[in-house]
């Protein structure tokens, strides 16, 4: 269960909301004037997000690769774009 609270709640409770998100595993949703703005999420939580966007940018690498195309080199691209 994903709990919500205000930035101004997490300024005055913060050492206890990172104790539950850590220790508790529990994510919790910061909102400021009733929009989400952001989330605090376990060490382990955010490693398997990691992996997960890894995983997915190599699948579409291998995509990529696989498809036939017109190949330019890195010199003529730098070329295209001034540098």
Do not use: C
């Amino acid at each position: 269960m994903t709990t919500t609270i205000t930035t101004a709640e997490a300024r005055k409770n913060f050492a206890d909301i990172v104790n539950k998100v850590a220790y508790g595993k529990e994510p919790v949703v910061l909102t400021r004037r009733g929009q989400e703005v952001a989330a605090l999420v376990s060490i382990d939580e955010l490693e398997l997000l990691q992996q997960i966007e890894d995983h997915i940018d190599i699948e579409d690498a291998k995509k990529a690769l696989a498809e036939p195309a017109d190949s330019i080199s890195a010199e003529d691209v730098w070329k295209q774009l001034g540098l």
